[in-house]
């Protein structure tokens, strides 16, 4: 071999072990915390697992406020919407009572509301929600592209927010469905 050759071979094989390097990792996340208020911030020890978008609708009730009778208010009823990936893919749904996230693989979780905070006039607040354990009597509920998750957070919002109006005596009972937008990202432990 001639020493011409060799500087170009040496070359050539330090970009394949770089290639090869680069072809185990795993592509990062291009979602950030930073701007986000700390309440809903998720705890270190946690890695971006999924990024969605919902689309879809917020069902609110005219009720009585909770320990005000005679005082009525849009109750949150209950969320139904189509999560998709970052390429605009449909990977599951989010529906409730209770607020399930479900992947297209059929597993699911659900979550207790950790920490709220405002997102801006006429959308439903940023989210910071805990996972519940799995259900012992329904195993399989965990598995599959869910399996793992810790938290999610909802962030990105537009829309959402129980109209300002309209909830009377005469309006007692009846529903309303505002459309609404957000990303609900799915976290795991590391």
């Given at each position: 071999m001639t020493q011409a050759r060799l500087p170009s071979l040496l070359a050539l094989a330090a970009a394949a072990t770089m290639l090869s390097a680069c072809s185990t990792m795993t592509p990062a996340s291009r979602y950030s915390q930073d701007s986000l208020p700390d309440s809903i911030k998720v705890p270190a020890g946690n890695v971006v697992a999924m990024e969605t978008r919902a689309t879809g609708e917020l069902t609110y009730e005219c009720k009585d406020k909770a320990a005000m009778p005679g005082q009525l208010e849009w109750t949150f009823v209950g969320p139904k919407a189509t999560l998709a990936d970052r390429a605009g893919k449909a990977v599951g749904t989010y529906y409730g009572p209770p607020a399930t996230w479900q992947?297209?693989?059929?597993?699911?979780?659900?979550?207790?509301?950790?920490?709220v905070a405002p997102s801006g006039p006429g959308n439903i607040p940023f989210q910071l929600v805990k996972v519940n354990p799995v259900n012992p009597a329904n195993p399989a509920s965990g598995a599959g592209a869910m399996l793992g998750t810790t938290y999610i957070?909802?962030?990105a919002l537009q829309g959402g927010a129980a109209p300002a109006s309209g909830c009377s005596a005469d309006t007692r009972g009846q529903r309303t469905v505002v459309?609404?937008?957000a990303d609900y990202i799915f976290w795991k432990a590391m």
């Open positions: 992947a297209a693989d059929g597993s699911k979780v659900s979550g207790t509301q950790l920490a957070q909802r962030v459309n609404y937008q």
